[in-house]
């Protein structure tokens, strides 16, 4: 038990980056290469710090309102985003973050600065963010059953089949963005009540890059991807404590390693691995009884 | 005044230029965007650096840093997309393995310069000042400029002038037609990553001499404006990324004489997203650059 208290930290940081990584993976996996959601996590968590803190408004109240913000800004966005493809998409929304950074930098009296926000209630624990993880696979599998994952699938593999199988890509797509601005959002004011504390650079662009790197690490087509992406890039830097200051060096060896030899990502190459054996054992055993 | 402005951001916008120009090579012909582009110019300040910390001539540090970034480019492309080429999933494959190779440097860095800000000593450059038409110039600015278009204009002149510069533009167009023709893309990526690892080390030499701090996070916000850069001029586009640098590097001096410093960024930044949503391909991209490509 004394253990597992030890870890309880490090365990509750891989949850609040597996909901980031889902978020991430919604939009990805519609055809969307789009890295806005540390901007849109970024608002979700100010707007969740800044109610409670300034206007007294309850936790969970708030993180409501950081969810909504999250969708309201995640659809404004899908609009002019649609016009976009491929990198361009994730240039666009590499400047959204940006602007979203440096004008938290700049309106001091509402973020406070460069300084942060201080002294957030800390009402967010393992439970709840376990809770919220749980909710948000939940979702993430139940779309991936409906008609609306089948749309995403088929957006993101070939826009022109989608479009004459009768499915809007504009609006597929800004469905996906709104469920990512949605996640994105909560997890950010999660983590706003979980660490006391938060400071603009948080959100920034090493925020951006290891998220994106938990899906693609982990596989961007099943919903166990990013979790196990998450998972083996949290846990690392942990397990690399005894190399000190080269870790991040084993860090970015592995993900050349990883991406080089697995380039669909850990879950993914093993789920075509084990359905290649499968379907190679039944084509076997159907010979097998033919002859 | 706002002559001198504009005329400070043009040498700084040839070095963003120069940054840009490696940068968009890459991506132009081999569709990757490669984010360890920042680690190869802050490992061209330090080369330079350490070359005159260690009694040589600051020219020689910069032949040094120019071939040694180079070959860091190089070994990039060997180490973390050559064989993320043959599995057809470049696109996001080679972002998250660049990522991976700017974390392996940038920690080397850390650890080599002891999380320290450096600097060339005083008087590595002369400091002469000439004024004309009531204009002050400084030597290194000069040296900058020629620096800047020199280099551009090799580039272009090995680009469409040898035979070597029409097999690399031959891989750009295609691929697979240019292996049926006889061309080795190993030597042709060899060449790109070269080019741009050269271009990027010698504007982090410039960078280097220009603001006089060195340390390793340097590379961060370059890549950062890098892309508004090539964005701009047009993914994969030279002559668009040269216009753009220029046009980039007297955008940012205007903002931070004329407009509070801590909105550079935002304007900056508001500015490329809005010019996306007016022209998609940049300034000087076409459509077939790759905007409108589906994945």
Known sequence: MEFLLGYRPLFDVFLLHTGYALGQYIVLRAGVFSVANAGLSSI?????????????VHPYLSLLAGTLAGVVFALLLSWPLARLRGVYQAIA??????VVLS??????PLTGGAMGLNGIPRVVGTWTLLIAVGATIYLMTAIGATRLGRAFDAVRQDEAVAVSLGVSVTRTQSVAFAISGAVAGLFGGLEAFHGYALEPNQFGFSFLVAILSYVVLGGRRSVIGPVVGTAVLVALPEIARPLAEYRMLVYGALLVAVI????????????????????????ASTAGRQS | MIVQQLLNGLVVGGVYALFALGFTLVFGIHQILNLAHGAVFMTGAFIALYTVLAGWPLWLGFILAIAGSGLLSVL??????RKLRQSGEAEFGAIVSSIGVNLIIVTVAQKVSNTLVLRFPFDTFPIVIYEFFGLRVSALQLFMAA?????????TLYLYRTQFGRQVRAVAGNERAAKLLGINPDLVYFQTFFLSGALAGAAG?????????????????WLLRGFVVIILGGL??????????????????????????GLTDAIIFSLLFLLLLIRPHGLLGRPEAGAMRGR
């Open chain 1, 44 to 56: 979700g968590a100010y707007l969740a710090a800044g109610l409670t803190l300034k206007l007294g």
């Open chain 1, 93 to 98: 929304t590499l400047a959204f973050v940006q």
């Open chain 1, 103 to 108: 004008v938290n930098v700049f309106a001091e």
């Open chain 1, 260 to 283: 080089a030899y697995l380039p669909r990502g850990i879950v993914d190459t093993l789920l075509d691995y084990l359905r290649r054996q499968h379907m190679a054992a039944r084509a």
């Open chain 2, 76 to 81: 990039i492309e060997v180490v973390a997309f």
């Open chain 2, 147 to 155: 620096c800047a278009v020199a280099l551009v204009l090799l580039l």
């Open chain 2, 205 to 221: 030499v410039l960078v280097g001499l220009a603001f006089n701090s060195i340390h390793f996070m340097m590379g961060e916000p």
């Open chain 2, 236 to 261: 994969g586009s030279i002559p668009g990324a040269m216009l753009a640098g220029l046009l980039f590097g007297m955008i940012q001096t205007m903002t931070i004489a004329y407009f509070p410093s």
